[in-house]
């Protein structure tokens, strides 16, 4: 994860405006149901929702022409008033159960305040709901005294309906939190409800459901992963201007130690211990005369954060709502609500995370006439700026040495490259790299392929071999014939990524990953891996990534079929002058695959028909079959349109 937030944080898209604070309500607290407790909150809907949720009634309509909507903080939102409002129990599905339990109505500036009957207390699955035309309804969970009845309130109820959550059990403050963040977002209220809820989910449906899983996963023990960590990571981005006609794509590369002090009730105290960055773009309204930049920097600041560990082998990292001005540039950012969810190995300390990062950039004041900007203008907004990555967190050794790399490793590389006139290049490889124990690596020959935004797909095979020296130091550091990375505790594990570049000129960064290969090959059949996976292509010469979102899955139904469950969203550009388009899966989509793996852990998995869109991926399983690392290739008509990465991780 970014140490500081130049980059991040979480699922910026281009429909983003300013969202404050509407549902969820004030900090009440829980408190068992009696006669004497009152729930109030107001109620709020987009404008083209409101009169379907509202009775016919002339004199309220023009009442509202007199009374300010002070209550609808999201761009677009108005009170509700004159809506019947009812309390209800609902099961898991969302369905009520049983008589309305109590109701009330909304006052003309969309206030409510409703008693809970005697025995009834706050719960997840107690429900405040208003109900219009045409089964038009909003509602919210009543698991504190002051509730908010909004768009946001019906969202995260939706999003723990679908996942399968245990309302009645859900802890208060669980849904209090995750209400609050996403109220944090930045976006604009729809024309009706069904809008407002694309909108949501566009914008704040990866974090709501990595959130919820985490919340639905429960804590774990995380005295086991204490220890000292490295991380590196590779992403790219892509910047817009709202209109203005000027875009940027970016790639980015990063690195930190880390400490992490795990505790049995599953918090962890997380140190960051500084962070080495290269960074590169290329932007201007075009690509034939657009800019190259190149910068690398060095950050020895210290950082420290609160994680939590879940029993599905989860570490969350949160990232909360920010600004972030330079008081000389006359831009600054907005960064919402992130989560970082490091999921882990089953068998060793091993951490990956595909990080879903974005901000809203808006122009900046001077509010106190001192040259200084100081504050972000929310009503000028100067575009929006995505970022997805892939990272590995591994935990590092104290006396590591050249014996500990001793067989095979299979590698995996992914890289981009920018440079003037235009020049975007993507390019993935796979190979077999053996090392002798001593000093001495074969480094096989090369499976590859190179996208370019300008001159198509080409084949970048290499079937030369050859051998490197190596060396590696106590701390893991390893260098392959002047390329430095290195190596996890159990040296079964190997990354390096670097960048560099010269401004105004050209830049291009990588990453490697390599795991020990296996003399046999491993059983898959029976696991669920979590699919986590970065792409970048050109589809009619836009500039877009793709990236699977945290619940996407490849579960093995034998050692050679596969079921392969995502949501996908992607974002893209039509050439650097456009504005970022959002395409995202509404439901997770199951396809069939076929598996082959040798007896060394090499691999491929092809999902879709040859024929048509199909996806391969192409890498090595590890000794145990706990993780899988492959380049990834998604064809169209057998066209090549996309290069990536995945990374499979074998689920508890």
Not at 86 to 92: A, C, Q, S
Not at 152 to 169: H, Q, W
């Amino acid at each position: 994860m970014k140490m500081h937030k130049k980059l991040p944080l979480a699922l910026a898209v281009s429909s983003l405006v300013a969202l404050a604070g509407c549902g969820g309500g004030g900090s009440s607290g829980s408190d068992s149901g009696s006669a004497s407790t009152t729930v109030t909150g107001t109620a709020t809907a987009p404008a083209g929702a409101v009169a379907k949720l509202e009775p016919v009634n002339p004199l309220q309509i023009a009442a509202r022409f007199l009374i300010s909507p002070a209550h609808a903080k999201i761009d677009g939102l108005q009170p509700v008033s004159g809506a019947k409002v009812e309390l209800i129990r609902v099961d898991d599905d969302g369905k009520q159960i049983g008589e309305v339990l109590a109701e009330t109505a909304t006052s003309i500036s969309g206030n409510y305040k409703i008693d809970l009957p005697e025995g009834v207390s706050l719960a997840g699955n107690l429900i405040v709901r208003i109900t219009g035309q045409n089964n038009s309804e909003m509602r919210a969970q009543v698991v504190e005294k002051a509730v908010n009845i909004s768009p946001v309130s019906e969202f995260v109820l939706r999003s723990f309906i679908k996942s399968g959550a245990d309302l009645d059990t859900l802890k208060p403050g669980a849904v209090v939190s995750l209400s609050g963040a996403v109220e944090e977002f930045d976006m604009t209220a729809g024309a009706n409800l069904d809008e407002m809820f694309k909108t949501l989910e566009q914008v704040a449906g990866e974090y709501v459901e990595t959130k919820i899983a985490d919340i639905n996963a429960g804590t774990g023990d995380a005295t086991s992963i204490s220890g000292d960590y490295r991380s590196a990571a590779m992403g790219f981005g892509l910047h817009d201007s709202d209109g203005s006609g000027h875009g940027t794509f970016a790639l980015d590369t990063y690195a930190s130690p880390f400490n992490f002090v795990g505790h049995a009730d599953g918090t962890v105290d997380v140190t960051i211990s500084g962070e080495e960055t290269g960074y590169g773009s290329i932007s201007g309204t075009n690509l034939a005369n657009a800019y190259v930049g190149y910068s690398s920097d060095v950050d020895d600041e210290v950082e420290e954060l609160e994680a939590t560990f879940n029993s599905k082998n989860v570490l969350m990292i949160a990232g909360e709502f920010e600004e972030e001005l330079e008081g000389s540039d006359d831009y600054g950012f907005r960064y919402p609500a992130a989560n970082y969810p490091l999921q882990k190995l089953k068998d060793q300390n091993l951490f990956f995370v595909q990080a879903q990062d974005g901000a809203i950039r808006y122009a900046t004041l001077d509010t106190d006439g001192d040259n200084i900007y100081d504050a972000i203008d929310p009503s000028n907004k100067l575009g929006d700026e995505v970022f997805r990555s892939i990272e590995v967190f591994a935990k590092t050794p104290t006396s590591a040495t050249a014996a500990d790399l001793q067989g095979q490793y299979g590698r995996v590389f992914l890289s981009a490259k920018l440079a003037s006139g235009g020049t975007i290049d993507i390019e993935n490889e796979n190979n077999i790299l053996d090392f002798d124990g001593v000093d001495e690596v074969n480094y096989g020959e090369v499976a590859g392929d190179v996208l370019s935004v300008t001159d198509g797909w080409r084949d970048n095979a290499d079937s030369n071999s050859e051998t490197l020296d190596y060396t590696v130091e106590s701390n893991g550091n390893l260098n392959v014939d002047g390329s430095t990375g290195f190596i996890n505790d159990e040296a079964n594990f190997i990354v390096f990524g670097e960048s560099d570049g010269l401004d105004g000129t050209g830049a291009e960064a990588g990453t490697t990953m390599m795991v020990k290969l296996p003399t046999t090959a491993p059983s898959v059949s029976g696991k669920t891996y979590r699919l986590m996976f970065v792409g970048v292509g050109f589809p009619g010469n836009n500039l877009a990534m793709t990236n699977t979102t945290f619940g996407s899955t490849i579960t093995m139904n034998s050692e050679t079929e596969a079921t392969v469950t995502t949501r996908t969203a992607e974002f893209s550009m039509a050439g650097l002058g456009g504005d970022i388009q959002i395409e995202k899966s509404d439901e997770a989509t199951a396809e069939d695959a076929t598996v082959d793996i040798s007896a060394n852990g090499a691999a491929a998995i092809i999902v879709g028909d040859d024929s048509a869109e199909t996806t391969y991926f192409v890498g090595y399983f590890n000794e145990s079959g706990s993780l899988g690392i492959f380049r990834t290739i998604y064809t169209n008509d057998l066209n090549p349109e996309e290069l990536g990465m995945a990374i499979l991780i074998e689920l508890p």
